[in-house]
Every structure is written in C-alpha cells, then in structure tokens.
C-alpha cells in the first residue's frame, strides 16, 4: 500500500480547501487543540455528500461544530444537520461558529450524552457521521442503525486508532485498551453484520463507509 507522510502531504496539497470562515474555524481548533477532521477526512465526505445528496444527517459528536458546518456547506440546500454534544466547554463555541456561519436554523445542537440521546431520536437520516468517543460506537451501532434510512450512510471517523488497532492488546498502554478492544469488535461488527456493505479506508485516522443494504 502506498502511504507515508510523503505521500500524505502530497495528497493534501491537491485539496481545494474550504470556505474562508471554515479555514478559520479550523485555525482556531489547532490554537487551541481541539481535533477536528484531518484534511483527507474532510475531502472524503465532500465526495460522499456530492454523490449521495442527503436531506437528513446526523452527526454524533460535534465538538467545536467545524465538521458539522462543512457538511452544511457541501451538502445539498436545504439539508437539515442534528448533531449531538456533551462537552460543556465546547457546546457554546458550537453555537457561536453556527452563528458566525449564518446556519442556526440548518443546524441543531442537542446537548447531552449521546446515549440517552439517539434512543429519542425517531430518523430516519440518510447519512450518519459517527466521530464521537471512540470506545462508545459499538454500543451507539443499534440505535444509528435503527435511524439510518435504507440505503443510508454511516461514516465513521478515527477508527484505526494511529495505527494501534493493528495491534496486540498488550502492546496498547493500559489506559487505552478497553478502547483498543471495542474498536476491534465495532470493525468486525461492521464489516460483518448483515444489513451492512462497509469498506475500511487508511486516510485520515482510519475511516470505515457503510450503507445500509437491508431494512
């Protein structure tokens, strides 16, 4: 497989960009070390948003709103956005960059976990955006099923955890191998359930795409 940071930074200098308001967003979250969608990331769910044209998408985990607004930007007018936060110091500067951007009414913010959260929600969305924590998707998977549309979109962020998910258990810090271990069975979930088609791409921090082939 071709991959490196050669080739990585290449590929990032073949990016169009963004919206002038997004590329200060984005500064902003690198000042103050906030992680936002890496380069590749953005540009892949651009492709997906032009390609599919949902009306509906749910985001779970906004931080600092910076993905939600890109995908305000590039997905068709009229596009309706819920995306759900539970870090209280980040959900006022959400609010504020959906302000700065003109798209309070496009974007809705429900604040609390995302838990307790998606089983209220009744969908159906068309695309999902998963990039909340990352030791949580396997136990969000039932209820983001149960809202995605048929033929819908689940795109997962940061799934291959820099590398670590390739391996041993033991070989991951302490700390991070309750996550090491539910991400490894989130891919296998995916990769295997049988209302899914799901491919694993290497870009960013490891992106999975999956539609929804069965109701």
């Not at 200098?13 to 919206?19: R, V, Y």
Request: hydrophobic share 40%.
């Amino acid at each position: 497989m071709i991959s490196g940071e050669r080739i990585d930074a290449y590929l990032a200098s073949l990016d169009k960009g963004n919206t002038p308001l997004l590329d200060q967003i984005e500064r902003e979250a690198l000042e103050t070390n906030v992680p936002i969608i890496r380069t590749q990331t953005q540009g892949l769910l651009k492709f997906l948003l032009a390609l599919r044209k949902p009306m509906t998408i749910l985001e779970v985990g906004c931080a600092i709103g910076f993905s939600a607004l890109l995908m305000s930007e590039y997905a068709p007018e009229g596009c309706q956005i819920t995306t759900i936060e539970n870090y209280e110091k980040r959900i006022p500067v959400a609010k504020s960059n959906f302000a700065r951007a003109g798209r309070e009414e496009s974007i809705k913010l429900l604040t609390g976990d995302a838990a307790d959260i998606l089983k209220e929600l009744t969908g159906p969305y068309e695309f999902v955006f998963m990039d909340a924590a990352k030791g949580q998707y396997l136990h969000f998977l039932p209820d983001v099923l149960r809202l995605l549309a048929p033929g819908g979109l689940l795109v997962s962020d940061n799934v291959l955890q820099d590398g670590d998910i390739l391996e041993s258990r033991f070989a991951v810090t302490r700390r991070n191998r309750t996550i090491h271990s539910r991400m490894r069975e989130y891919l296998y979930e995916l990769t295997h359930h049988e209302r899914l088609e799901t491919v694993v791409l290497p870009i960013g921090d490891g992106v999975t795409v999956s539609c929804v082939t069965r109701s």
